[in-house]
């Protein structure tokens, strides 16, 4: 159905889909002009129908992805195995990973295993006498398939566990824990609903190839829809607080609610630094600059870093909200700096500028995981001392305090991105990155080499030899 044909019920019910995708702002904004279009005055509506109206553009086609990438079910795997093993359809649900891994432990035991851990098929397979002492009549062929197959699911068991954290640290870092708001609580508060559904659209934008810092994703419609839920004696904030936890928010929640909050930015801050700690270990990073190396999970890093930083920024605004700021007297850990590409980093480098001031702050400090489970000391006083060693201010830039407020933004419609680099409409953004280019990877040999016609890349881009790279 289109946005045009929803009445106002439908299109919320589509906003609250959305907190798990990612749509782009001005599709949310056309969906919320159906929701409360007809409460605005007319300055408003302006406002809200200049986004509403750049979800048309290119007929609302675009070339990225309006979803996080969702991951594959053991279908398969389970299909196999009931095939092999003659077993009559199962209830196991193969996008369940518990589900799975009880699945894989059925299928252990009748093979003679009683551990999942030990399916190494050279150790742990039974022999001839070994399978007829536990009553298996199977021949080895038959055995080691059966075998194979229950690996294959205790493992799927495992990667969909690890796939679905990434999915959901994924929203984390973007949206706080919206993915967590129910449909029921989200309808019954539109102008709340409005609000959380615009601005986490807005945080999940895609970053772009630049020297510019990030926009701030609280802009004029965001401020519009946030006026009125401030204006509503009935406002949900224990909703907006999920996803914005401001100061602002905070001061309407209650004491309760308050320390519950702390107390989920917390486990969720440990969990993350525990991931960090486990790729930090099995890789080689180079701590002084972050710059990727080669057989560095750049991707996967920077998510769990955007994750803990999220979190960490949270949780320190809900400990100033509850006048507890003295915690960071005893435990202040500090922030997780993500990996930089080289050639943006050369970029930096080539316009006068550096490293991000708070890399110095990053190399002063002990490691985010140390200080949160090896009980490394980390007080606000060392944060702020080695702010001071960097230059940097340790309030203005959230070592210590809430962040600092940016202007609010405004609205433009989304560019179309290749690797980070903007293109001038989805059919150039679809070839282009077919042909991989900007990928950092050699352009497949059907590419025109010499360069991209003028007006392509509308975003500024180092050149090379008078030419932007590919």
Known sequence: MSVAGMSAEDALTALHASLDERRRPEEVAHLVFRVVGDQLGQRERTTLGRAAR??????????????????????????????????????????????????????????????????????????????????????????????????????????????RTKRQLTIVARAGFAAGIDRDTFVADPWAGCFVAYLTA????????????????????????????????????????????????????????????????????????????????????????????????????????GAYNTARAAWITTVAASDSIGLLEVSCPGKAMMLIAADLAAWHRSTGGGLHPDMGV??????????????????????????????????????????????????????????GVSVADPMWAAVLRAEGVFSGKAVKDGWARPGLPAGVVISELPERDGQTPT
Not at 74 to 88: C, I, K, M, N, S
Not at 91 to 106: G, I
Not at 226 to 248: K, L, N, Y
Not at 290 to 304: E, P, Q
Request: proline share 4%; net charge neutral; hydrophobic share 45%.
């Open 362 to 419: 990053w190399v002063r400090l002990p490691l985010p995981w140390d200080v949160l489970d090896a009980g490394v000391a980390c007080t606000r006083a060392d944060v702020e001392a080695a702010c001071a060693a960097a230059g940097v201010d340790a309030y203005a830039a959230g070592w210590v305090g809430p962040r600092r407020v940016g202007a609010v933004g405004v609205f433009r419609p989304t560019p179309e991105l290749v690797h």
């Open 202 to 305: 807005k945080r999940k934008l895609r970053r772009e190839f630049t020297l510019a810092g990030r926009e701030n994703p609280y802009d004029e419609i965001a401020d519009l829809l946030f006026r009125h839920c401030a204006e509503s004696p009935g406002t949900d904030w224990w909703m907006i607080a999920q996803v914005w936890p401001s100061r602002q928010v905070l001061a309407e929640l209650t004491e309760a609610q308050r320390g519950e909050l702390l107390g989920r930015w917390w486990a969720t801050m440990r969990q993350v630094a525990g991931l960090l700690k486990r790729l930090w270990s099995a890789s080689e990073f180079d701590r002084a600059t972050m710059i990727v190396r080669r057989g560095n999970d750049s991707s996967t890093w920077n998510l769990l870093c």
């Open 54 to 163: 750049a979800a048309a553009q290119w007929n609302g086609w675009s070339s990225m992805p309006t979803d996080f990438a969702r991951p594959v079910g053991g279908g398969r795997q389970v299909d196999a195995a009931l095939r092999l093993f003659e077993l009559p359809d199962s209830d196991v649900d193969a996008d369940d990973p518990a589900s799975l891994l009880d699945f894989s432990l059925q299928l252990s035991d009748a093979l003679g295993v009683l551990d999942v851990r030990r399916l190494d098929f050279v150790r742990d397979r039974l022999n001839r006498e070994a399978r007829a002492a536990a009553g298996i009549d199977l021949s080895k062929r038959q055995y080691n398939r059966r075998f194979r197959v229950t690996q294959r699911v205790a493992a799927k068991a495992g990667r969909l566990e690890a796939e």
